[in-house]
């Protein structure tokens, strides 16, 4: 997935925004790109570093961005899915999953996180990966701390 940076900061209201380079954008269609916590639709000037937005698309909130964020094309959108195995204990991410906030594991064992595949959007999804972590019963983890590979 192609990433730059914004060349200026934002406001949530602001509906034209500057980016660093297009390169490896798509510059034929609408595409839907994603700065810290806020989705938005690129809907005019494709192929240029001057792009017209729908701002919180996918119930995401429109909201200030500062200088240089991070801009990344994100084609998953919410398609991810969640599936729990009971018998094996095993959490299965399907897709691209973004969690916002945080989750509470209500349990005392050992949480582990296993993944395989692509590279995962750095600031969204565990950072951590193939690791065991011992959490305390209401220990609140983060998407810093991984997902979680037993009941929630």
């Not at 899915?81 to 906030?101: F, P, Q, R």
Request: with cysteine; glycine share 8%.
């Amino acid at each position: 997935m192609p990433t730059t940076t914004l060349a200026a900061a934002i406001t949530a209201s602001q509906t034209t925004i500057t980016v660093a380079s297009a390169s490896g954008f798509p510059d034929d269609a609408d595409v839907r790109v994603r700065i810290d916590d806020e989705d938005m639709t690129v809907t005019g000037g494709q192929g240029t570093t001057t792009w017209t937005v729908t701002r919180g698309v996918n119930s995401t909130t429109a909201a200030s961005h500062v200088i240089s964020r991070g801009v990344s094309q994100d084609d998953a959108g919410t398609s991810g899915e969640l599936s729990w195995n009971a018998t094996t204990k095993t959490l299965t991410v399907t897709g691209t999953i973004y969690i916002d906030g945080s989750a509470k594991i209500s349990n005392s064992a050992l949480n582990t996180v296993q993944r395989t595949g692509d590279a995962l959007p750095l600031g969204h999804l565990p950072t951590r990966t193939a690791r065991s972590a011992r959490r305390s019963p209401a220990a609140p983890a983060t998407s810093r701390v991984g997902i979680p590979t037993t009941t929630c």
